[in-house]
């Protein structure tokens, strides 16, 4: 049984996990609040899958500290910790059957055949599983073994649920109502869930914290909608999607405004709070995608060289449903995306290869931390983008 | 089963299939022969024709008819290789899952282990019966023969291993650690029952391996034969059809030996797939 206190808020500090010469995790410091829904969300390899398994007592940090419930962690059992992991191939013992699977625990703790089967049932029902007590894993389908594995998961009654890429191996009708459904139980059952994911729109739908990774190290921790509206680095930005990522030159500061000019001469502007950007200096911005309005250019060279907005060449238009995607070819290459209101878009069709005049407004333009480049790489092996 | 685009066969297929064919009445050829003759009428001889059909040359086995140590040899070499088969199963499990983590000369250490699978059994057989000498120690079945044959099973029983533990999936583990399980219990309540065909699988190997062991016994099982010496044997001085009758009897012996590690691997991977329990 977790020793003493129930408090699932998880502490990480300073730790750094090393496999041989590669650091899988560097110097992370991180707090997950008790009670809460927390995703790490990264690319493969970025150390997310590491970090749960340090909590979980599979893996030992190289350096640093864990703290779970105020309670140093590092060294102690999972049962001694209070946590329990969901593996991601659920790792059902094939020889057993569902009940017993769920039973396992108490089994080990010497629990009767009776008492270890009702409280075995019980947890089944909870998950609506109580039909399937009788069969083996491998007569379940891949939701229903996610379904076991969730009941024997939480047979220890842990404080901390750890998941790691829960959903990875359902299909997608599957994946969309077992996420709602791991919310459910979590809010039911008021214990800290920490779920590992490479999927955006996964942790943004479900978590209350979003932590997003690159390299062994977080970019950003926040609410989901900060992740999405308000993010903090390029990285962040271009692998959420949703924005456009924008670099340049500070080329004049004017009413608490910077102007900011890239390479092939196209111009934003952001309003200067905070400290003064120095002009020559490098700024990184972003423009969400759904704050984009685009027409047909009329005169090229009336429109080029503004500030706020962005001649190109249509190269892709896809209808989501609610609103299109439109990617506009860049001069410097890059795409550009624009979601545009479904409504306003069939107003004034646009084809491929038509010129249009994309613009937006300073007030859209977030200002961002490191490399311009950041996370480009990335998006590749991530899957692309969501929206 | 012929593809939905049946062509021609190409030629390679009459190749292999000649082939194949070959292989079979090489194989099977004989032993039916001998299978046959050992019911040969009680006047009968080594070869055909078959003057009646009779169990004679299969009481003369039971009956110590001046055919040699039949019954001795056989429930020696039963004996043995029930040992070796037990032996070659704990030791290949340990190693095999000791192996799963990489130690300092570990490589050394496997390819020490595997060599001996490649050295040849008649001089392995010479040397642990000239180091028995050396040391005044008797050779016999149960100690010099017990040993050579294990430098046989072992690493044949690891090479097993390998096999089964590469597909085995460690999050089991993980996941018993995770519920609570102590590594004992780990081991008994996770980690072998899954492990447990491919176990029948080295016992099965160990027991058929030593069972008709001939070059790495022959010098070190003493004066007292395994039943493929006893075999041997006879081949010089027995011109009766028992030689027969001893080939039907030790073909059967094997061929339950594989049958029930067979049904019992079989029974359970049935028993993790199929239906159990109450329908639904």
């Known amino acids: ?44 390899g970025c150390g997310k899958t590491t970090i749960l398994r340090m909590i979980a007592g599979h893996e030992s940090p190289t350096t640093g500290e864990i703290r779970i419930g105020g309670e140093p962690v590092v060294g102690l059992s999972p049962v001694q910790r209070g ?33 270890r089967h009702r409280q075995a049932r019980e947890l089944l029902a909870k998950v609506r599983m109580e ?156 423009i969400r995608r759904d704050r984009i309005s685009v027409s047909k250019a009329q005169g090229c060279a009336t429109a080029s060289g503004k500030v706020n907005s962005l001649l190109g060449e249509v190269h892709a238009i896809e209808y989501q449903g609610s609103y299109v995607k439109l990617t506009i070819e860049r001069p410097s290459g890059e795409g550009f995306v624009a979601n545009i209101i479904d409504e306003d878009f069939f107003r004034d069709p646009l084809d491929i290869g038509d010129s249009v005049l994309a613009r937006w407004s300073a007030r859209d333009v977030l200002i961002l931390e490191g490399a311009a480049d950041a996370g480009e790489a990335s998006m590749d092996e991530a899957g692309g983008v969501l929206i | 089963m012929r593809h939905a685009a049946a062509g021609p066969r190409p030629w390679t297929f009459y190749v292999f299939a000649s082939f194949f064919a070959l292989f079979v009445l090489f194989l099977y050829g004989p032993m039916t022969v001998i299978y046959i003759l050992s019911f040969q009428g009680p006047t009968g001889g080594l070869t055909f024709p ?26 020696r070499s039963i004996v043995l290789a029930v040992i070796v088969a037990v032996l070659t199963v704990v030791l290949s499990v340990t190693a095999g899952l000791g192996f799963r983590r990489r130690f300092p000369g570990s490589g050394v250490v496997f390819y020490l282990a595997i060599a001996s699978l490649i050295m040849p059994g008649l001089f392995v057989g010479l040397g642990i019966a000239v180091g028995f000498q050396l040391l005044g120690l008797d050779i016999d079945w149960y100690t010099s023969a017990l040993g050579a044959q294990l430098t046989w099973t072992l690493p044949y029983g690891l090479l097993i291993m390998f096999a089964v533990l590469g597909r085995f999936n460690r999050a089991y583990e993980e996941a018993a650690t995770d519920l609570g399980a102590t590594p004992w219990q780990r081991l008994r309540e996770v980690v072998l029952p899954i492990l447990l065909p491919g176990i029948i699988g080295v016992a099965l190997f ?4 030593s069972y008709d062991e001939f070059p790495r016994t022959v010098l070190t099982a003493g004066t007292r034969n395994t039943l493929p010496l006893e075999v041997w044997a006879m081949t010089t001085n027995v011109t009766s059809p028992a030689l027969f009758a ?13 049958g029930v590690a067979l049904i019992s691997i079989a029974v359970i991977q049935r028993r993790r797939t199929r239906s159990s329990g109450e329908p639904i």
């Open chain 1, 131 to 286: 039909r399937f007590a009788d069969r083996l894993p491998a007569q379940l389908s891949g939701g229903q073994q996610q379904r076991v594995a969730l009941a024997r998961a939480l047979i220890t009654n842990p404080r901390v649920l750890l998941l790691d890429e829960p959903l990875s191996a359902l299909d997608e009708y599957l994946r969309l109502r077992m996420r709602g459904e791991l919310r459910r139980v979590q809010k039911e059952l008021g214990i800290t869930f920490i779920h590992v994911t490479h999927t955006q729109l996964e942790a943004i739908a479900v978590a209350d914290l979003v932590v997003v990774m690159a390299q062994g190290a977080i970019e950003q921790a926040a609410s989901a909608q900060e992740i999405f509206t308000a993010p903090r680095t390029a990285y962040v930005a271009r692998f959420m999607g949703g924005q456009n990522v924008l670099s340049g030159t500070v080329e004049r500061v004017a009413d608490g405004h910077a102007i900011v000019v890239d390479e092939h001469g196209v111009s934003f502007s952001t309003a200067a709070n905070g400290e003064e950007p120095v002009r020559g200096s490098r700024l990184v911005g972003s």
């Open chain 2, 206 to 209: 160990g027991f058929t391996l």
């Open chain 2, 50 to 75: 078959m003057t009646g059909f009779s169990l004679r040359w299969f009481h003369a086995l039971v009956a110590a008819e001046r055919v040699g140590d039949i019954g001795g040899s056989f429930s």
């Open chain 2, 246 to 258: 001893v080939g039907t009897v030790t073909t059967i012996v094997s061929f339950i030996a594989i």
């Open chain 1, 83 to 115: 946590t329990a992991m969901m593996f991601q191939s659920y790792a059902l013992f094939p020889h057993r059957s569902v009940l017993d699977n769920v039973a396992f625990s108490l089994k080990l703790r010497g629990a009767s055949k009776a008492e």
């Open chain 1, 1 to 44: 049984m977790p020793a003493g206190t129930r408090n699932g808020e998880i502490r990480i500090v300073g730790v750094t996990k090393r496999f041989g010469d590669m650091a899988a995790v560097r110097d992370l410091t991180l707090t997950i609040p008790d009670k809460a829904y927390c995703c790490l969300l990264g690319p493969s």
